[in-house]
T-cell receptor, first 112, second 113 residues
Framework: DVKVTQSSRYLVKRTGEKVFLECVQD?????MFWYRQDPGLGLRLIYF???????EKGDIPEGYSVSREKKERFSLILESASTNQTSMYLCASTTQGNYGYTFGSGTRLTVV | QQQVKQSPQSLIVQKGGISIINCAYE??????FPWYQQFPGKGPALLIAIRPDVSEKKEGRFTISFNKSAKQFSLHIMDSQPGDSATYFC????????????FGKGTKLTVNP
C-alpha cells in the first residue's frame, strides 16, 4: 500500500520557534507538495517540488521554506513560528504527469 | 483566474437522497477536474475526475457532470449513505502546465440515517 507519512500528527510549538514538518513518500514520486488546510479556506498551496533540490513557491509561501535533499523526503520549515500559522498541514505527492495526489494524514500544528 | 468556487459550504441530506455539490472556474486553460473526499483525521483521497472532452463521468454512485460553456462542474452522489459523510473538495488543473491543483474551499456533507 503506497504511503505518504507525516512524522507528527499533533505538534504544539511556541511563538518564535523554528519548526520542522517532515514528509516521506515511498512511491518514488517526483512531485511533492505542502498545503495548509483551514476551515472555510480549503487547501492552500505553500510550496511544491518537482525534483530533488528543486522548489517553487505556491500561493502562500510567506513565513515558510522547504527542503528536498532526497527524492522521498520533503520538509516544511517555519523559520519563526507565529500564532497565525496554527493550522492543519498536509503533504502530498504524485508522479510526473499524474494529477491524482496521494495525501498524508496531516499534522495539526498549534503555535502558542 | 486561478480560483475554483465551490458551493454549498455545508450540506445535510437524508439517507437515500441525492447530494449535489457545485464548482465553478474562470481559467479556461483548466483541463482536469478531480474531486477529493476527506474523512475526519485523514488526508483527502482522490474520488473521481473528469476531463473536458466528456460531459459526464460515473463511478458507482458518484457522477461528475461537466458544463464547459458555463465553466461549471458538479458532483452528484446518488443514494447517499451515512458513510458518505465527509468533506468534499473540487479541484482544477492545467495539464499543459504543472501538476499543481487549485482546490475549492470544500463542502462538509452530512448524511443522516
Amino acid at each position: 500500500d503506497v504511503k505518504v507519512t507525516q512524522s507528527s500528527r499533533y505538534l504544539v510549538k511556541r511563538t518564535g520557534e523554528k519548526v520542522f514538518l517532515e514528509c516521506v513518500q515511498d512511491m518514488d514520486h517526483e512531485n511533492m507538495f505542502w498545503y495548509r488546510q483551514d476551515p472555510g479556506l480549503g487547501l492552500r498551496l505553500i510550496y511544491f517540488s518537482y525534483d530533488v533540490k528543486m522548489k517553487e513557491k505556491g500561493d502562500i509561501p510567506e513565513g515558510y521554506s522547504v527542503s528536498r535533499e532526497k527524492k522521498e523526503r520533503f520538509s516544511l520549515i517555519l523559520e519563526s513560528a507565529s500564532t497565525n500559522q496554527t493550522s492543519m498541514y498536509l503533504c502530498a505527492s504524485t508522479t510526473q504527469g499524474n494529477y491524482g495526489y496521494t495525501f498524508g494524514s496531516g499534522t495539526r500544528l498549534t503555535v502558542v | 483566474q486561478q480560483q475554483v468556487k465551490q458551493s454549498p459550504q455545508s450540506l445535510i441530506v437524508q439517507k437515500g437522497g441525492i447530494s449535489i455539490i457545485n464548482c465553478a472556474y474562470e481559467n479556461t486553460a483548466f483541463d482536469y477536474f478531480p474531486w477529493y473526499q476527506q474523512f475526519p483525521g485523514k488526508g483527502p483521497a482522490l474520488l473521481i475526475a473528469i476531463r473536458p472532452d466528456v460531459s459526464e463521468k460515473k463511478e458507482g454512485r458518484f457522477t461528475i457532470s461537466f458544463n464547459k460553456s458555463a465553466k461549471q462542474f458538479s458532483l452528484h452522489i446518488m443514494d447517499s449513505q451515512p458513510g458518505d459523510s465527509a468533506t468534499y473538495f473540487c479541484a482544477a488543473s492545467n495539464q499543459g502546465g504543472s501538476e499543481k491543483l487549485v482546490f475549492g474551499k470544500g463542502t462538509k456533507l452530512t448524511v443522516n440515517p
